[in-house]
C-alpha cells in the first residue's frame, strides 16, 4: 500500500510540473585524493530538467565516468538528483547528491592498490554553476564533496567538473 502511495505521489506529482528539457553533456573531471593526488578524465551523460516555478527546477542525470592517474584507472555509473535555483535567464546554482556506482572491472583493477579498503559506492554533495550560452547550450561547473569513504585510507576523493551540455 504504501509503495502504491508513493507511486501516484510521484505520477501526480510530476504531471503537475510545468515545462520538461531533456538534454545531453559533457565535462572534464579531476579528482582530488586527500589534497595530494589528482585523477583526470571525462563524463558523459543525460539529463532531464523539470520546471517548478520560473525559478526553481529538479534536474535528474545519469552519466558515465572515467577517471585515470599514472597507477590506476576507474569508471563510474553516477545518478545525480540537482535542485536548480535559477537566478536570471542565464545563470543558475545548482546542488544536490551524486551516487557514484563502480562499473566494469573496477574492484578487481583497484584490489591490488587498495584490496578490501575500496568501495563500489561514492556519495557526494555538489554545488555548482550553470550559465546558458543559448537556449540550447549551458556551460557547468561543480564540485563534489565526498559523504563516504569511497577508498579508506586516502581520505576524501572530491571531485571537480567543468563541461557543456545541449539541452533538446
Known sequence: MKKLFLAAFAVFAFASVGAQDFGVFANYVSNSFDGDDNASGFNIGVLAEFSISDQFSVQPEVAYTSSSDNDFSY??????????YNVSEEFAILAGPQIGFASGDIPDALDDAFGDDFSSLNLQLAFGLAYNITEEIFAQARYGLQLNEHVDGIGAVNTLSVGVGYRF
Open 75 to 84: 569508471n563510474l555509473i553516477n545518478v545525480n538528483a540537482m535542485a536548480r
